[in-house]
């Protein structure tokens, strides 16, 4: 994978994720660190209309290198829209305490059952390695070892 120049994370910026398997992908920067990224695996350059438009398929924070050092190349920017505007509810789950859990959103911690936490990503940062492993796992339709990792801890 070549690197490109540096970059600026912007609000609204749509990013291309080469997947390394002659596809890539798509994903959005949103506040807190949080991208969203879209169901739009394809060989083709997508306009950026075309891919605000495609799903979401998830949203979790990654490290800003992804970005700034042009991993992910800025390809376009949009206005977030409402949807994607607040970041969602994360959970976490005390490392020392395994049936103690709290929910994120906002810069506020507050506590929250198993049940409220189940479906919720966990509030980590991931590394864009990592994100690009997912994906192709999801479009192969098997589980990736970083996902299942990070899920609640039974």
């Not at 609204?12 to 879209?38: P, S, T």
């Not at 980590?124 to 994100?131: C, L, N, Q």
Request: net charge neutral; charged share 30%; proline share 6%.
């Amino acid at each position: 994978m070549t690197i490109k120049k540096r970059q600026i994370r912007n609000l609204g910026d749509i990013v291309k994720i080469d997947l390394e398997d002659g596809f890539h992908a798509y994903a959005r920067v949103l506040e807190e660190a949080m991208f969203a990224f879209y169901d739009c695996r394809t060989k083709e350059d997508l306009g950026i209309e075309q891919v605000a438009a495609a799903p979401v398929l998830f949203q979790i924070a990654v490290m800003d290198h992804a970005v700034k050092r042009g991993r992910w190349p800025v390809v376009g920017h949009l206005p977030l829209d409402s949807k994607l505007a607040a970041p969602p509810p994360r959970f976490i789950q005390d490392v020392n305490r395994p049936d103690s859990f709290s929910i994120y959103q906002h810069g506020i911690i507050h506590p929250a059952t198993k049940e409220e936490c189940r479906g919720l990503e966990r509030a980590a940062v991931w590394d864009p390695t990592h994100v690009e492993d997912r994906l192709r796992d999801h479009y192969a339709g098997r589980k990736n070892k970083w996902f299942e990792s990070m899920r609640i801890k039974e």
